[in-house]
Nanobody, 129 residues
Framework: EVQLVESGGGLVQAGGSLRLSCAAS????????IGWFRQAPGKEREGISC????????YYSDSVKDRFIISSDNAEMTVFLQMNSLKPEDTAVYYC??????????????????????WGQGTQVTVSA
């Protein structure tokens, strides 16, 4: 059974950093694309980054590009999201999702994750001004 557990959220001041973790289990990690989404109160869930485990290719939305870095420890089946230069508008619940996919990239990967992915329970990130 695919399981994803996020951790690392918390309260941070604007300009600070946090590192989120998504610990995965129950599937062949190399066959999957893992992504990070976030949802702020009253807003739609936004796909912000994804990583194809097999080749390490990554994608970032414009809203987080150059500030966030996605990476993985394949031996530990964990995906990280290093979040730097945090802004109050980054405040949201952050979710990781996984979908069996080797060929999707960018928007298509986010679509696959959103439509067919398995999801973690989320972790709250709050950025104070």
């Amino acid at each position: 059974e695919v399981q994803l557990v996020e951790s690392g959220g918390g309260l941070v001041q604007a300009g600070g950093s946090l590192r989120l973790s998504c610990a995965a289990s129950g599937f062949t990690f190399d066959d999957y694309t893992i992504g990070w989404f976030r949802q702020a109160p009253g807003k739609e869930r936004e796909g912000i980054s994804c990583l194809t485990v097999k080749d390490g290719s990554t994608y970032y939305s414009d809203s987080v590009k150059d500030r966030f870095i996605i990476s993985s420890d394949n031996a530990e089946m964990t995906v990280f999201l290093q979040m730097n230069s945090l802004k109050p508008e980054d405040t949201a619940v952050y979710y990781c999702a996984a979908v069996k996919s080797l060929n999707d990239r960018g928007f298509s990967a986010l679509y696959m994750l959103r439509q067919f992915g398995r999801w973690g329970q989320g972790t709250q990130v709050t950025v104070s001004a």
